[in-house]
């Protein structure tokens, strides 16, 4: 981290406006966005942890604004305490040495979860059912998120088939993405992949990321938020496809 040019550095400052952007006009895409964008010039567990303190802040900051965390809690805490386990059991799969895999398993992941987006038809899962599959969905979300950074997969797609209102969705996956966070940054920083350097970094690119929502929330209101979520997709698709198929290049 100290040795990065002034190039890059105003490249990652572009690539976190750029998320933010995301953000505010979808209302998601954060860590998938900025992970996308600097995979091609920095390993993903040095995006990871520069994503830290952003993801953390805006993912407090949706999950403080919902109706009420303490009945979320009480609903999906099975799924919550065992996506933090796994999340922090497996985060040295992106901190380990084989950047060519994470970066591959980074693009499917990014794929998997822009194609399901566009494609897929919206299922409902019954509340019996929730409290059996939970778990599973937070152990599958724990090792894509200790493998790739990105905690999108499978927890999105859940949460959004319980039948939760908009508002108590919106704090479902604030809540989601904030234990997902604190999870890897934890597993990281154990495993010495999260440098003091780092963190100061990532503190700072707030400042980028707050900016390019406040661009994008006003773009939202003034542009169709669904026009602007489906060109996201498809780029992000077209992202992630790029990075899976890299190494055979």
Same mark, same amino acid.
């Not at 949706?62 to 609903?75: K, N, S, Y």
């Not at 799924?79 to 084989?98: E, F, K, P, R």
């Not at 929502?213 to 979520?229: I, Q």
């Given at each position: 981290?100290?040795?990065?040019?002034?190039?890059?550095?105003?490249?990652?400052?572009?690539?976190?406006?750029?998320?933010?952007?995301?953000?505010?006009?979808?209302?998601?895409?954060?860590?998938?966005?900025?992970?996308? +964008?600097?995979?091609?010039?920095?390993?993903?567990?040095?995006?990871?942890?520069?994503?830290?303190?952003?993801?953390?802040?805006?993912?407090?900051?949706?999950?403080?604004?919902?109706?009420?965390?303490?009945? +979320?809690?009480?609903?999906?805490?099975?799924?919550?305490?065992?996506?933090?386990?796994?999340?922090?059991?497996?985060?040295?799969?992106?901190?380990?040495?084989?950047?060519?895999?994470?970066?591959?398993?980074?693009?499917?992941? +990014?794929?998997?979860?822009?194609?399901?987006?566009?494609?897929?038809?919206?299922?409902?899962?019954?509340?019996?059912?929730?409290?059996?599959?939970?778990?599973?969905?937070?152990?599958?979300?724990?090792?894509?998120?200790?493998?790739?950074?990105?905690?999108?997969?499978?927890?999105?797609?859940?949460?959004?088939?319980?039948?939760?209102?908009?508002?108590?969705?919106?704090?479902?996956?604030?809540?989601?993405?904030?234990?997902?966070?604190?999870?890897?940054?934890?597993?990281?920083?154990?495993?010495?992949?999260?440098?003091?350097?780092?963190?100061?970094?990532?503190?700072?690119?707030?400042?980028?990321?707050?900016?390019?929502?406040?661009?994008?929330?006003?773009?939202?209101?003034?542009?169709?938020?669904?026009?602007?979520?489906?060109?996201?997709?498809?780029?992000?698709?077209?992202?992630?496809?790029?990075?899976?198929?890299?190494?055979?290049?």
């Amino acid at each position: 981290m100290t040795d990065m040019t002034t190039s890059l550095l105003l490249l990652v400052v572009a690539a976190f406006a750029v998320a933010g952007f995301v953000k505010g006009a979808t209302g998601m895409g954060l860590p998938a966005v900025a992970m996308a +964008l600097l995979a091609s010039q920095i390993s993903p567990v040095v995006a990871a942890g520069l994503l830290v303190i952003p993801s953390l802040v805006t993912n407090v900051w949706q999950l403080l604004t919902g109706p009420d965390v303490r009945v +979320l809690l009480r609903r999906l805490w099975p799924m919550m305490i065992v996506m933090a386990v796994v999340t922090y059991a497996t985060s040295g799969l992106i901190a380990g040495d084989n950047t060519a895999a994470t970066t591959t398993a980074l693009g499917v992941a +990014l794929v998997v979860y822009a194609a399901y987006t566009l494609c897929a038809r919206q299922i409902h899962i019954p509340q019996w059912v929730e409290r059996f599959l939970s778990p599973v969905i937070g152990a599958m979300t724990g090792v894509v998120t200790g493998a790739t950074g990105v905690f999108m997969i499978p927890s999105v797609p859940y949460l959004q088939a319980l039948g939760l209102t908009k508002d108590w969705l919106v704090q479902a996956l604030g809540l989601s993405f904030t234990v997902s966070t604190l999870a890897l940054a934890v597993g990281l920083a154990g495993r010495g992949a999260l440098a003091s350097d780092q963190l100061l970094l990532s503190c700072a690119l707030i400042v980028p990321v707050f900016i390019g929502m406040a661009v994008g929330t006003v773009l939202r209101r003034r542009f169709s938020p669904a026009l602007f979520r489906q060109a996201f997709l498809i780029c992000l698709l077209a992202l992630g496809a790029e990075m899976a198929l890299r190494p055979l290049w």
